[in-house]
Nanobody, 125 residues
């Protein structure tokens, strides 16, 4: 089992920055990928970034590429999402997720078997 706890959400004005953290515990050595997803009210869940925990290979959705950066600190079993140049359309509940299996499509939530409780990000114009 893997447990995930997010932190770092909040409210910010457009153009501002936030950094989200996701701390993993439990069978962390089994984790192959960690990702960040978000869901705004009335919208589908969107995959926004993922990282391979061993190689550090990163993946981004086009909507956040160049503004968001995912990184990991394996010593702390923590993944971060640095969010810059935030826009009102970035407002959503952000959740981190972990996968212990190989992934064909990083943006498919079905590969991620472990999820955190989510942290709210609100960007005002």
């Amino acid at each position: 089992q893997v447990q995930l706890v997010e932190s770092g959400g909040g409210s910010v004005q457009a153009g501002g920055s936030l950094r989200l953290s996701c701390a993993a515990s439990g069978l962390v050595n089994n984790i192959k990928y960690m990702g960040w997803f978000r869901q705004a009210p009335g919208k589908e869940r969107e995959a926004i970034a993922a990282v391979h925990t061993r190689t550090g290979t990163t993946y981004y959705a086009g909507s956040v590429k160049g503004r968001f950066t995912i990184s990991r600190d394996n010593a702390k079993n923590t993944v971060y999402l640095q969010m810059n140049s935030l826009k009102p359309e970035d407002t959503a509940m952000y959740s981190c997720a972990a996968s212990v299996q190989p992934i064909i499509s990083w943006s498919s939530a079905s590969y991620f078997g472990y999820w955190g409780q989510g942290t709210q990000v609100t960007v005002s114009s």
